[in-house]
């Protein structure tokens, strides 16, 4: 399975905007980009997914890289109700594709 | 309401019992999957089912088993051979063969084996 990259933690003022940064250097042709978020103690939640296009939907903005090799999950104001675990993750339309393999994620963190 | 569900939410067993965790989805979903999270980790693949009356291996099997006999269940059962069964334990649900396709999570079981 192609993997991810992200930092451990980032920090973030609340109403400001927060790019979170994956990395996906060996992502094939076919492998979706999709970010999931997880509050504490609960399961994760879908934000956004995206294959080549910059994509928008009410929580966020994926913006991908022309080459496909990194993303950036852009929300636009933070809220003190974003701060959570941000995971970056690929799926594969194929076989692979049932997998749903997480990484370690991006611990985000809203200060008021 | 659709969706998919998880019981109980936490459970507690003595050392060298089985446990059976529950997950129910009703979303016509033909792919689960089973996940195991330990304080501070990201999610680790135990199972998974793409359709019913068959699963797959994910990384850490060992020391769990399931079933798919239904299309909205399948079951975690987490047996004495698992040497660190304490974690927070997590079912999730999806379309099968689309990429595109999101998971839907459930709110997860805590079990603690004391």
């Known amino acids: 399975d192609a993997k991810t990259t992200q930092p451990n933690s980032m920090e973030s003022n609340e109403e400001e905007p927060v790019h979170l940064p994956c990395n996906h250097s060996?992502?094939?042709?076919?492998?979706?980009i999709h970010w999931y978020r997880q509050l504490p103690s609960q399961g994760p939640e879908y934000v956004i997914h995206g294959l080549t296009s910059n994509v928008n939907n009410r929580m966020a903005s994926l913006a991908i890289a022309e080459d496909r090799k990194s993303s950036t999950l852009i929300l636009h104001r933070a809220t003190l109700r974003d701060a959570a675990v941000y995971y970056c993750i690929l799926r594969d339309p194929g076989t692979s594709g049932s997998r749903l393999t997480f990484g370690e994620g991006t611990q985000l963190t809203v200060n008021p | 309401d659709g969706g998919i569900t998880q019981s109980p939410k936490y459970l507690f067993r003595k050392e060298g019992q089985n446990v059976t965790l529950s997950c129910e989805q009703n979303?016509?979903?033909?792919?689960m999957y089973w996940y195991r999270q330990d304080p501070g980790q990201g999610l680790r693949l135990i199972y998974y089912s793409q359709i019913v009356n068959d699963f797959q291996k994910g990384d850490i099997a060992e020391g769990y088993s399931v079933s798919r006999e239904k299309k909205e269940s399948f079951p975690l059962t987490v047996t004495s051979a698992q040497k660190n069964p304490t974690a927070f334990y997590l079912c999730?649900?999806?379309?099968?063969?689309?990429?595109?396709?999101?998971?839907?999570f459930g709110q997860g079981t805590r079990l603690t084996v004391v």
């Open positions: 999730a649900s999806s379309i099968e063969g689309g990429g595109y396709t999101e998971a839907f």
């Open positions: 060996t992502i094939s042709g076919t492998d979706y």
């Open positions: 979303l016509n979903h033909d792919a």
